[in-house]
Structure formats: structure tokens, C-alpha cells
């Protein structure tokens, strides 16, 4: 059983940072772990994933640059650092996991996924 809760979210104004942490327990090591997030009326949408081995990243355009993801395998903890933060960045932002080998891209992808944690971007 794999559970994911995340931490850090908040209000923020534009062109500063927050960290989002995404907590797990169970057997995540061997997991690629993902950042998704959902705007309001918006399909959820991919932010960024990491490998388990934390050595490969992938990020969205419209994060690239900007955002930093990362993993931390002794503390079982996921990482989104998240700088230079636009209003398009408001959303409620999840953690997911996979056991890898499907594309990370997809949220179908995943089958282990945290309760979320709202940020706001305030112009």
C-alpha cells in the first residue's frame, strides 16, 4: 500500500517561490513520482516527473526553467520547487507515483495519487 500526502501549498504573489513536498510511505523507491496539477474548470494537467533513481526529470513546457523537481529516496519525499510563479501557476497540485515503464505524461499512468495541495499565484 502506497500512500502520498503533500505539504507547502499556499498564496503566494507573482515572481516568488514555494516548495511543495509530497510525503510517501509504502514502496515508492522503486517508483517514478510526478507532479500533476487542475485549475479551476481545467483538466488536470502534467507538471513534471522524476525517476526512481532521481537521475532523469521531465518537466511541461510551461514549467520548464522554472520549476525544479526532485526526490529525496532516504526520506521517502518528493520535491517541487517552484520559482518565478506566474497566476497561470494557481491550481491545486498533486503527487502521483508509478511503478514506471508507462508514460508519465498521462495521469492514467498513475496509480497512487495525494489528496492535493492548493497554490495561489496573486498578480
Known amino acids: 500500500q502506497v500512500t502520498l500526502v503533500e505539504s ?3 498564496l503566494v504573489q507573482a515572481g516568488y517561490s514555494l516548495r511543495l513536498s509530497c510525503a510517501a510511505s509504502g514502496r515508492t523507491l522503486s517508483m517514478t513520482m510526478a507532479w500533476f ?3 479551476p474548470g481545467k483538466e488536470r494537467e502534467f507538471v513534471a516527473a522524476i525517476n526512481r533513481a532521481g537521475g532523469s526529470t521531465y518537466y511541461a513546457d510551461s514549467v ?3 520549476f525544479t523537481i526532485s526526490r529525496d529516496n ?3 519525499t518528493a520535491y517541487l520547487q517552484m520559482d518565478s510563479l506566474k497566476p497561470e501557476d494557481t491550481a ?3 503527487c502521483a507515483a ?3 515503464g508507462l508514460d ?3 495521469q492514467q499512468s498513475y496509480g497512487y495519487w495525494g489528496q492535493g495541495t492548493q497554490v495561489i ?3
Open 8 to 10: 507547502g501549498g499556499g
Open 37 to 39: 496539477r487542475q485549475a
Open 64 to 66: 520548464k526553467g522554472r
Open 74 to 76: 532516504n526520506k521517502n
Open 92 to 94: 491545486v497540485y498533486y
Open 98 to 100: 508509478q511503478l514506471g
Open 104 to 106: 508519465r505524461t498521462r
Open 121 to 123: 499565484v496573486s498578480s
